[in-house]
Nanobody, 117 residues
Framework: QVQLVESGGGLVQAGGSLRLSCVLS????????VNWYRQAPGKWREFAAA???????SYTDSVKGRFTISRDNAKNSVYLQMNNLVPDDTGVYYC???????????WGQGTQVTVSS
């Protein structure tokens, strides 16, 4: 059973930074893409950022220029560096990985990010 373990969330003031980590329980090369999603209170879960096996990255518009997704293949880990945080960034951040074979999607348990104004 594939496991994704997120960490790095916390409480930060607006303008601050946090770095989230997602550690995969098996080789990162078994996955086409690893994503970060987030869910604000009372809202649907939404896509935040993605990095493919070829290290192509993509971001939702609201985080472009502030968030950076990266990966460390040797550590089977994906990171989300979040700078210049705003209160609207508050929510639970989830790591999501799409396996190559069998074609399944896995989710972590989430890590809470709270940005105070």
């Amino acid at each position: 059973q594939v496991q994704l373990v997120e960490s790095g969330g916390g409480l930060v003031q607006a303008g601050g930074s946090l770095r989230l980590s997602c550690v995969l329980s098996e080789s990162i090369f078994n996955f086409n893409v690893v994503n970060w999603y987030r869910q604000a209170p009372g809202k649907w879960r939404e896509f935040a950022a993605a990095i493919t096996s070829g290290e192509t990255t993509s971001y939702t518009d609201s985080v472009k220029g502030r968030f950076t997704i990266s990966r460390d293949n040797a550590k089977n880990s994906v990171y989300l560096q979040m700078n210049n945080l705003v209160p609207d960034d508050t929510g639970v951040y989830y790591c999501n990985a799409e396996a190559i074979y069998p074609r399944r999607t896995y989710w972590g348990q989430g890590t809470q990010v709270t940005v105070s104004s």
